[in-house]
């Protein structure tokens, strides 16, 4: 029997929400979690905007868990290191569309939509061999991610 999809959010009784998930994305789950901590509490349209920016290089993400080894960003204001995680941001902009289309099905004000709740986890491993030389081989694993987005109105 299959496991029913669970949000680690659990609405209020009058709460009107929203939801949208992502799963097995091929993605970063450490990218994932540093985007996820940026857009949380954040307007849909300005996280949307945001999310644009870093796909466009506009706009950095700053890195505060992930950081060892990420070079300084001097557009980036209270944080010294941050990325551009282009792959990780596309995946979640398009969960997040899914969640805004979601809204609208559900009736709610678009205009007045809050991210309540946005997390990253990490899936399974996708695991995989690359031949090597003299018969022996490397593993060769992909990471994946589970990307969940509750909106509510504010």
């Given amino acids: 029997m299959a496991k029913k999809n669970t949000y680690s959010y659990q609405p209020k009784a009058d709460e009107k929400i ?5 799963h097995s994305l091929k ?3 450490k990218h994932s979690v540093e985007i996820c ?4 509490n954040m307007y849909l349209e300005d996280a949307k905007a945001f999310l644009e920016d870093v796909i466009a290089k506009k706009t950095v993400v700053p890195f505060k868990r992930h950081n060892k080894k990420v070079g ?7 944080w010294p290191s941050g990325r551009y995680p282009v792959k990780a941001a596309a995946a979640i902009l398009k969960v997040l ?9 559900e009736e709610l004000d ?8 946005v997390c990253a986890n990490r ?10 030389a003299f018969g022996r081989a490397s593993p060769s694993n992909t990471p994946t991610t589970h990307i969940q987005i509750v909106l ?3």
């Avoid at 901590?37 to 949380?40: A, L």
């Fill in 110 to 117: 678009v205009e007045n939509l809050k991210l309540v709740h």
């Fill in 18 to 22: 929203a939801k949208a998930a992502g």
């Fill in 152 to 154: 509510g109105e504010a």
């Fill in 27 to 29: 993605i970063s789950p």
């Fill in 123 to 132: 899936g399974v491993i996708i695991r995989g061999w690359t031949p090597r």
């Fill in 97 to 105: 569309e899914n969640a805004e289309a979601n809204a609208e099905n």
């Fill in 37 to 40: 901590r940026t857009i949380r």
């Fill in 72 to 78: 300084h960003r001097s557009d980036l204001k209270g």
